[in-house]
């Protein structure tokens, strides 16, 4: 398991927190009327590891011309599903950060990883655990993830990568959005071949 960095929290990931445990909160206490108590929000990392990992020093491999003034694009994926033991899960930020060229766009390096955080997580409703899920434990796991990439970029022959800081919130959101697309996009194929549209599936934990 890496070092837990110097600011392990962060300061503009912490919105998400509060979003997501705001979410959570709220929905147990109006599910729960006239009891007068608020099912209290537990969340605790078993464990985290790395899934895959790989990373390419193309520079190295191909070479390139002229002055290399480097530009880094980072694609973040998220992922969820139930494990076998109750109230645990299995959360992974898939990560991939590709470096170029700024003035002809060759590739200089390309690193992916897949890290992945094992939950034990009580209190939270079931119709707000999916946005808890994808939200809240990025957020717990994502200081060991930086310090990976920042180590594997510089151990490859590179200045250190340090991610800013991620809006989970916002990625979530993007998700969302993506998701209804696909669904809409299918309801309108299927209704062009003269099917039946089903409805868009609401997101949902893989057991």
């Not at 390419?56 to 480097?70: D, F, I, Y």
């Not at 800013?164 to 990625?171: E, F, N, R, T």
């Not at 696909?182 to 071949?193: E, R």
Request: net charge negative.
């Amino acid at each position: 398991m890496p070092d837990t960095p110097d600011n392990p929290t962060g300061g503009p990931a912490a919105p998400a927190q509060g979003a997501a445990q705001g979410a959570a909160q709220g929905a147990a206490q109006g599910s729960a009327p006239g009891t007068g108590q608020v099912p209290r929000v537990s969340t605790r990392i078993l464990a985290q590891y790395i899934r895959d990992l790989s990373f390419e020093n193309v520079l190295a491999r191909k070479g390139v011309q002229g002055e290399v003034t480097p530009e880094v694009q980072v694609q973040v994926a998220l992922d969820a599903k139930k494990r076998s033991i109750p109230g645990q899960y299995e959360v992974a930020t898939k990560l991939t950060a590709t470096s170029k060229t700024r003035a002809s766009g060759e590739v200089l390096f390309v690193l992916e990883v897949d890290y992945v955080g094992v939950f034990e997580i009580q209190g939270v409703p079931e119709d707000q655990l999916h946005p808890y899920l994808l939200i809240e434990c990025p957020r717990l796991i994502f200081p060991f993830l930086r310090r990976i990439v920042s180590d594997v970029s510089r151990d490859g022959g590179f200045p250190p990568l340090n991610l800013d800081m991620i809006d989970w919130v916002q990625l979530y959101r993007a998700d969302i959005a993506r998701r209804a697309q696909q669904a809409q996009q299918t309801q309108q194929a299927q209704g062009q071949q003269g099917g039946d549209a089903a409805p868009a599936a609401a997101p949902r934990l893989d057991a």
